[in-house]
């Protein structure tokens, strides 16, 4: 079994404990034959990664259920895949003919898989933010990093049946993933804009502050920007 086949797999292990009416929305896998046969006019080869992915389940048949990736509430078809590609070339957008859009927000942005390549990076496209960049290295480094987020509780359901994420959690799975976009800050530190001085070694509220402040002028400066009070 590949790795992408068990993460996949894991996946739909959480949702069978968690979410029921999800794993029963998902329809099932397409044979390596039928996705030839539904793939047979597309100018790029199919990744290997592809025919993994639709040999899991063929896209969900619900979209009020759940995310296979939170966030992304449409994982479309195969043939929904195809009839956007289509839509997306013909509507003059600055569409990558090699990009295949796999999963969507509300169409608001969306995950494209690269076709015609060994290697099929993951790319992130928000149209309206202007954003086009690839987020994972493959399509199983992003269910990887998803199977780990479900199964350590960094994804979870509330007490009303939405889900939730740990922001610090998962971007720690996501790092060890080598995700590859911008991680929100999780923790507290706080930045000094201001550079180090000689001042900065010294209590000006002590009584000698100005002898002793005298006498730091005159040693060796901390840095080069240390000439500055």
Same mark, same amino acid.
């Given at each position: ?10 996946? /739909? ?22 996705? +030839? ?11 290997? /990664? ?22 992304? +509430? ?42 015609? /390549? ?39 359901? +509330? ?6 994420? +740990? ?33 900065? /070694? ?28």
């Amino acid at each position: 079994m590949s790795l992408l086949t068990d993460a996949l797999d894991r996946i /739909e292990t959480w949702f069978v404990s968690h979410q029921p009416e999800f794993a029963l929305s998902l329809a099932p896998g397409l044979t390596r034959q039928e996705i +030839d046969a539904i793939v047979e006019n597309f100018p790029y080869r199919f990744p290997e /990664e592809l025919y993994e992915f639709y040999g899991w389940h063929n896209g969900c048949q619900s979209l009020s259920c759940g995310y296979v990736v939170p966030k992304f +509430d449409n994982f479309f078809s195969l043939q929904e895949a195809l009839k956007w590609y289509a839509d997306f070339l013909s509507w003059g957008f600055d569409w990558n003919p090699q990009w295949l859009t796999i999963l969507d927000f509300n169409g608001d942005y969306r995950y494209a898989i690269v076709t015609g /390549e060994d290697s099929a990076p993951v790319w992130f496209i928000d149209p309206e933010c202007g954003i086009e960049e690839i987020r994972w290295d493959s399509l199983t480094d992003l269910m990887l990093a998803t199977a780990e987020c479900y199964e350590t509780g960094a994804y979870d359901l +509330d007490d009303e049946g939405y889900m939730e994420t +740990d922001e610090q959690k998962v971007a720690e799975i996501h790092r060890k993933y080598n995700y590859r976009g911008r991680v929100k800050s999780t923790t507290n530190e706080s930045y000094n804009p201001e550079p180090q001085t000689v001042a900065s /070694e010294v209590d000006l509220s002590h009584p000698n502050a100005l002898e002793e402040l005298i006498q730091a002028l005159q040693a060796a400066p901390l840095n080069p920007d240390a000439g500055i009070l």
